[in-house]
């Protein structure tokens, strides 16, 4: 089916349904825009014949974000690191948590060892 289209007070002329929808979507056409058609009475907003979809433009001069790109982290520098320093590596991270688990673990245990010898 075809509509009469207007914009701002001014006849844009015929359009069919598909081209109306794709109009909305890429925000060329409002829900406020008028329509008319045969059998109506009156010209009615464009909102009430069809579904508007949201459109909401990207802000000027930055890249559209893309919703299902994985997460992202800058890990290269830590945040409080000063001048040069490296991050350290895997097993130095390892060994410096086992090396302080085993002194937690040895502090907790010294109360029960001492019992025993005394």
């Known amino acids: 089916m075809n ?3 207007a914009k701002n007070g001014a006849q844009l002329g015929q359009m069919s349904e598909e081209e109306i929808t794709g109009r909305l979507a890429t925000g060329e056409l409002s829900s406020g825009d008028l329509c ?14 069809f579904r508007s979809p949201v459109f ?9 974000i893309n919703p299902y790109a994985a997460p992202s982290s800058n890990v290269l ?5 000063v001048g040069n320093m490296d991050l350290a590596g895997r097993w130095y991270r390892w060994l410096s948590a ?9 502090l ?9 010898c005394f």
């Open 3 to 5: 509509y009469h289209v």
């Open 77 to 81: 520098r830590a945040p409080g690191a």
């Open 56 to 64: 909401v433009p990207p802000p000027s001069g930055t890249a559209s």
């Open 36 to 49: 008319w058609t045969d059998g109506m009475a009156e010209w009615q907003p464009l909102g009430s014949k």
């Open 98 to 106: 086992f090396i302080e688990g085993g002194i937690i673990f040895g």
């Open 108 to 116: 907790c245990a010294l109360p029960l060892v001492l019992q025993r």
